[in-house]
């Protein structure tokens, strides 16, 4: 971040904490006029700021891609569905659409019913050769190798682990994979971003049935279906949801 940024950072808090002050204050008062019903006390703020907006916002990523992916399975009805290091916020959501296991390296520990949590990596699921109808990982083989999650450095671990993926994959089963695509790289130890020919590449047993595209700016465009790879290229870090099928 560059020095007139840090400048006008450091001065926009400085402006929200006096606002902070002041609305406690005037809302102390208020409280008193009341009757205290609640107590109120300095010691016990909270402070949230920065989000008295005109928008709501949200992580466009992680909303929109799980909305992409739900809606999948709202079409398709698999009898279960199996996730692999997905969003927690997807299973627990998904699962009161069809019934989902998930396999985790770390599993959550989360109760629903009509969902299952168990151990499994990403580099050797514990299932049969195409033996899964309906499978997803999203959001996670970008991480593989990078050893941001404790996992040993491997520049080959996201390959391994799409291949893996690949394995599972029943005739006629469907893969719901999602990964950040648009200029490739590796943003060692975050992330890597891929081109849309990478993830197309990867898969080369199954065939893409659908691409959505999330791209970096809201003026482009939102949750875009079948969006052209051309579109992907442009962009920086965008996020790319690729509905793949083996063929029966």
């Not at 992409?68 to 927690?88: C, F, G, M, Q, Y």
């Not at 050769?129 to 970008?142: G, N, P, T």
Request: aromatic share 8%; with cysteine; proline share 6%.
């Amino acid at each position: 971040m560059g020095l007139i940024k840090k400048l006008k950072k450091k001065r926009r808090k400085r402006r929200q904490k006096a606002e902070y002050r002041r609305e406690f204050e005037e809302f102390s008062r208020m409280s008193a006029a009341a009757g205290n019903r609640l107590p109120l006390r300095w010691e016990d703020r909270w402070p949230v700021l920065g989000e008295n907006t005109s928008e709501s916002g949200f992580d466009r990523h992680y909303i929109y891609h799980t909305a992409w992916a739900t809606r999948v399975l709202v079409r398709t009805k698999p009898e279960l569905h199996i996730d692999v290091s997905s969003s927690v916020y997807f299973i627990a959501l998904a699962s009161a659409v069809v019934p989902i296991r998930q396999y985790e390296f770390r599993p959550p520990n989360m109760v629903l019913d009509r969902l299952e949590t168990r151990q499994g990596s990403l580099l050797a699921l514990p299932l049969d050769d195409r033996s899964v109808a309906s499978l997803s990982c999203m959001h996670a083989v970008e991480h593989v190798g990078l050893g941001r999650y404790g996992d040993p450095l491997d520049p080959e671990g996201d390959l391994k682990a799409m291949a893996e993926l690949q394995r599972v994959v029943a005739p006629g089963g469907q893969l719901l994979f999602v990964v950040p695509v648009g200029k490739p790289r590796v943003q060692f130890n975050a992330h890597r971003i891929y081109a849309y020919e990478h993830i197309v590449e990867a898969f080369s047993e199954l065939e893409l049935e659908q691409f959505a595209l999330i791209p970096d700016e809201p003026e482009t465009g939102h949750l875009m279906v079948d969006a052209s790879p051309a579109l992907v290229a442009e962009q920086k870090h965008g996020c790319g949801c690729f509905l793949f099928r083996r063929p029966a």
